[in-house]
C-alpha cells in the first residue's frame, strides 16, 4: 500500500500555484484530478475559489476541467 505524502504547500500556496500557471493566467483551460484537489484544498473550498474567481469547471471521470476565464461555458453533446 502507497502512502499520500502530505503536499508541502499549503492549500492557499497549492491554490496560488495553479491558477499561476501560463495556462491559467491567459485565460485558458487547466485539469486537475478531483483526487488531488480533495486532498489538498477540499472541494468546497476550491469551489468557492472558482467562485470568487468568476471561473466554471466540469467534472468528469474522476478530472476537473476548469476554464479560467469568465465566458459562458455550453456543453455541445
Known sequence: MILARPSPLSPNQWVLDL????SA???GVIRRKMRDIERYVG???FEQELMRRGFHA????GQLV????QEPVRVVL
Do not use: M, P, T
Open 19 to 22: 491558477f499561476s500557471s501560463k
Open 25 to 27: 493566467r491567459s485565460g
Open 43 to 45: 472541494k468546497a473550498e
Open 58 to 61: 466540469v467534472e468528469n471521470a
Open 66 to 69: 476548469i476554464f479560467c476565464n
